[in-house]
């Protein structure tokens, strides 16, 4: 494996005039890695991946492509990147083989070569059968599909995808994490941004957690996860419980012992979020005898082993779903 790291992202910035886009972001990826970005809608992510595409520049900080510094030679690192962009743009009047020709001929790659890496790229991702129908006749899944196979092409050393499988059904996004770690495989090297938890936990070989424009935890899964620690308990004392008893029940789980955090989600109709280590005894039975010898009752309960999702609840104080449900509020409170 190379010393020179495939990706390299030093104290990265990027405003849009007042707003922060990029507060300050860094990550560094070895060749053969997949790397995620993990966050909710507004949280850099997307900017993150204009600026190391070159299709941004940033206001501070340094990226590096395979050692080739983006700002001062974007042309010699646009050679190394495929980029597929979230939205899907694809001229439907075309066929799949014909909009990969179009591909190849921008990419000025000879004819014959050309030729023989469609067939190939088809055939990677399951569209030989439908490479000469038109492109509107595709479905989402098929339509994305074609767009990686666009992205790859030209043999990039990097391939970058902004949230892959947004809006696809199971089977389609089953399909492209197979075809990732199949990539992978080839040794090409995978970065790429998504809310999905599930989909970052099963494909990241090291993860980035970015909130509000910065990195707020780094490692692979298994370290982030570790490094919460204990056993997840969220409860509801009501189904809408009102803050005042919410509070009332946080301050007495707090107190016992192996409870190591306790957090109000409002989101959930202020639900307690718990951090417990277990001691030997049930915790749930424990907090449950608790509540009770003070007159509350448990109206729900759930008990897990740490997610991503505790990761970044520790970190901020709410889950991603929240934070995605937060972000989708704000933008239409801006457009009314």
Not at 158 to 173: H, M
Not at 187 to 201: A, P, R
Not at 202 to 222: C, N, Q, S, W, Y
Request: hydrophobic content about 40%; charged content about 25%.
């Amino acid at each position: 494996m190379s010393d020179t790291p495939a990706v390299l992202v030093q104290q990265l910035q990027k405003r849009y005039g007042s707003t922060v886009a990029v507060a300050d972001v860094s990550f560094q990826v070895e060749p053969g890695q997949i790397y995620g970005l993990l966050g909710p809608n507004g949280a850099g992510k997307t900017t993150t991946l204009h600026c190391l595409c070159t299709l941004l520049r940033p206001d501070a900080g340094r990226i590096e492509v395979c050692g080739i510094p983006v700002n001062e030679n974007p042309k010699a690192v646009r050679e190394k990147l495929g980029f597929v962009a979230q939205e899907v743009a694809l001229d439907k009047v075309l066929t799949g083989r014909e909009l990969l020709q179009l591909q190849a001929d921008l990419y000025h790659l000879p004819r014959p070569l050309a030729q023989e890496r469609i067939a190939a790229v088809l055939e990677l991702l399951g569209l030989a059968d439908r490479a000469d129908q038109r492109i509107g006749t595709y479905s989402g899944g098929l339509r994305k599909r074609l767009d990686l196979a666009a992205g790859l092409l030209h043999q990039p050393q990097v391939l970058v995808l902004d949230e892959p499988t947004v809006g696809l059904d199971i089977p389609s996004r089953q399909a492209i994490w197979d075809f990732l770690r199949q990539l992978k495989n080839t040794g090409v090297t995978v970065v790429l941004s998504s809310h999905y938890l599930e989909e970052i936990d099963l494909l990241a070989d090291r993860v980035a957690i970015i909130d509000r424009g910065k990195v707020i935890a780094e490692g692979t899964p298994e370290e982030l996860k570790a490094r919460v620690g204990g056993e997840r308990i969220t409860l509801k004392l009501q189904e809408f419980a009102p803050p005042e008893l919410a509070q009332r029940g946080a301050e007495l789980l707090a107190s016992l012992p192996f409870v190591q955090k306790v957090v109000i989600n409002s989101a959930q109709g202020n639900a307690l979020n718990l951090v417990v280590q277990r001691n030997g005894e049930d915790p749930l039975s424990q907090i449950r005898a608790c509540l009770e010898a003070h007159g509350l009752e448990i109206f729900s309960s759930t008990q897990s082993r740490p997610s991503l999702d505790d990761v970044y609840l520790a970190a901020t104080g709410q889950t991603l779903l929240d934070a995605e449900l937060a972000a989708a509020e704000a933008n239409l409170g801006k457009k009314k």
